[in-house]
């Protein structure tokens, strides 16, 4: 993760990419249906443009301060730099945080303005022994983090002389020869890159930026400290943070004919170099030096600062107060008002004649190969502004800026590198707009089109409805007619039926009651038999009396015999009867029988008639509704139809 980078309040308005000077840095990419920008940390210098601009809260920055408070609590034993813009912004407050400091446990505290003295004394001495001509000032980390990765061809021209802070940090460690960890109070966000930079060797730890620094001791107070001052006396190094501030110091012992070019601001600045490289690379500019500052209002309104919001003069005011003290020195001193600037450089020289130039000259990486923009072809090109819609000469040079980029063509080139996206143009999104809109017109056109010829459509389908409904409520008339007349032959069959019951019944009746004449005519018969029997045995009881009585009773004799012929005349007939009868009985049993039949058979066809009955009944109700069925679709057609 780099040193700036976006949270969740971006909104995707582009204003970053507008004040950043370090193409590729803000990287436009599509989330969801909306736009954010994210930080690439290869190629951001850390110049705090985007976080000037962005009014939504949407950028945010990392120091060493919460690792610097948690080492310090663990005992690490750490010595404290301090920039000279510290004091210029907490002119009142600047004691009070060094003691809280001090309670905290930091071991010593160093103005930077006393390396600020080295890194002048460094310049002119540099300058003057290798005849560096026209080179370009590296106190600000955010200059050199461009030149090394988008004007490498200037890293030759960059001054090799450490910054105030890395002069410090050195004349501590090998002069000094304090071994603590250093932090440095800072006012950049950048500083951190140059503290990280290998070529810097480790001599500083901790980047703490005045804002974090003061809202953490402002969150966490520290009681039972006293006010704090820093250690070694400085000269006017401590103005090093005003625009021209190195400027003025080297006018100062060298004399204003003495020609540096000053030059600040965000986006200012990386304009100059880019449009001047060829001029500074060759040396053909009259310059001693190019004071270069990324801020327009210099270290004393740094990326780091609170001042920097608002602005506030009183912090310009202080430093004017600090200036003013610095140049009422005495005659001794290398920036003592009497003198004269030979006689100051010579002061200077004397006060640090004991140092070695080359303890305090630094090197520079090469950092462009993680920064290349690669340029489109013509065809290339071309293709990108056909995916714009930009298919004119005129559309191709709208430069309306809206995509944070000077022009069409730029904004081509960042989507042809993948830094922005063709959603991301205003112009492609209106002429979308305007295209969906003229599709939305012929397609309501259309849409009025088609409903004319529906309504015609509709009439004659109308019109076919209706006759294919009256032919079916005919058909349905037709089934409900039949069906009424099935109902009622049906109910008239079940009547007749309900007869056809009534005399298998009666039939029964008559049959059982002939039966049972039949019974008691045999019963009679049997009767008859019986009497014929003992009749024939009284008539041959009277035959053998009448042969006993001899001539006397021969006529008795001739009756008894016409007694016998009686009764076995009157048995035989009996018998006979009986046979006749017992056929009759089964023809009669016989025919209650099939009478039986015939009502089971009645009783079912009037069961099925009368479920006839009911279903026809059932059947006439569910054509009924049926008839209302087609009546209601065919008027909510006619209905829709209409519509």
């Known amino acids: 993760m780099g040193l700036v980078s976006t949270n969740d309040k971006c909104i995707g308005c582009n204003k970053c990419i507008r004040a950043c000077s370090s193409m590729g840095a803000n990287v436009a990419t599509e989330r969801g249906r909306g736009n954010i920008i994210d930080v690439d940390p290869d190629k951001c210098i850390a110049c705090g443009a985007c976080l000037d601009a962005c009014e939504h809260g949407a950028r945010e920055y990392t120091d060493d301060v919460e690792r610097f408070f948690d080492d310090l609590g663990k005992g690490v034993k750490i010595s404290v730099l301090i920039a000279p813009a510290f004091l210029a912004n907490y002119p009142k407050e600047y004691e009070k945080y060094l003691g809280m400091l001090k309670k905290l446990g930091v071991n010593r505290f160093i103005s930077v303005s006393f390396g600020a003295d080295i890194c002048t004394w460094g310049y002119i001495k540099y300058i003057t022994e290798n005849k560096f001509f026209g080179g370009i000032s590296q106190p600000c980390p955010a200059v050199v983090g461009f030149i090394e990765r988008y004007t490498p061809e200037l890293i030759p021209k ?67 400290a006293t006010p704090y001052k820093d250690e070694i006396e400085y000269g006017l190094g401590s103005i090093y943070p005003m625009p021209g501030g190195l400027k003025e110091n080297v006018y100062w012992l060298l004399g204003e004919d003495a020609l540096v070019r000053q030059m600040e601001g965000e986006h200012h600045m990386y304009e100059y170099l880019q449009h001047n490289k060829e001029l500074l690379k060759c040396g053909r500019s009259s310059y001693l030096f190019v004071d270069a500052l990324n801020c327009t209002s210099g270290c004393l309104y740094g990326t780091g600062t609170e001042a920097r919001q608002d602005m506030r003069e009183d912090v310009f005011m202080a430093i004017q107060k600090i200036k003013a003290d610095s140049k009422n020195h005495s005659k001794k001193s290398a920036w003592g008002r009497e003198l004269t600037p030979e006689k100051r ?20 990486t090469d950092r462009s190969a993680q920064c290349k923009v690669k340029t489109p072809n013509a065809k290339e090109l071309d293709d990108i502004f056909r995916q714009l819609k930009k298919d004119t000469p005129e559309k191709r040079s709208i430069d309306c800026g809206c995509c944070g980029y000077e022009s069409c063509e730029e904004m081509a080139v960042a989507i042809y590198n993948g830094f922005n996206h063709i959603h991301n143009c ?218």
């Open 158 to 224: 960059l001054m090799p002389v450490q910054s105030p802070m890395m002069c410090s940090a050195i004349y501590l460690n090998k002069y000094m020869h304090v071994s603590d960890k250093l932090a440095f109070i800072s006012p950049c966000i950048a500083k951190k890159n140059e503290i990280d930079d290998p070529n810097n060797k480790g001599y500083v730890s901790y980047n703490l930026t005045f804002k974090h620094l003061v809202e953490y001791l402002k969150k966490n107070p520290v009681s039972g």
């Open 345 to 364: 450089l010579a002061a200077l020289n004397k006060q640090f004649a004991d140092l070695n130039l080359n303890d305090f000259l630094r090197k520079y």
């Open 426 to 643: 205003v112009h492609f999104i209106k002429d979308r707009a305007y295209e969906e809109k003229d599709k939305a017109i012929e397609l309501s056109e259309e849409i009025t089109r088609t409903q004319d010829a529906m309504r015609d459509k509709k009439l004659s389908i109308a019109d076919e409805i209706g006759s294919d409904f009256d032919t079916m409520r005919n058909t349905i008339g037709q089934i409900e007619e039949t069906s009424n007349e099935n109902a009622h032959q049906t109910e008239g069959i079940s009547k007749e039926m309900g007869q056809v019951n009534d005399f298998a019944n009666e039939l029964r009746e008559v049959l059982a009651k002939i039966e049972s004449y039949l019974n008691r005519l045999e019963s009679n018969n049997l009767a008859v038999i019986g009497i014929a029997s003992q009749t024939n045995l009284l008539a041959l009881n009277a035959s053998i009396e009448a042969a006993r009585a001899g001539e006397a009773g021969r006529g008795f004799a001739v009756v008894a015999d016409e007694i016998k012929k009686l009764a076995e005349d009157s048995k035989t007939t009996a018998d006979d009867s009986n046979a006749n009868n017992k056929d009759v009985k089964e023809t009669i049993e016989h025919l209650i029988e099939e009478a039986e039949k015939l009502t089971e058979i009645v009783q079912s066809v009037n069961g099925r008639a009368t479920t006839l009955v009911t279903s026809a009944e059932e059947t006439a109700v569910s054509i009924s509704l049926m008839k209302d069925m087609a009546d209601n679709v065919e008027s909510s057609l006619r209905k829709v139809l209409e519509d």
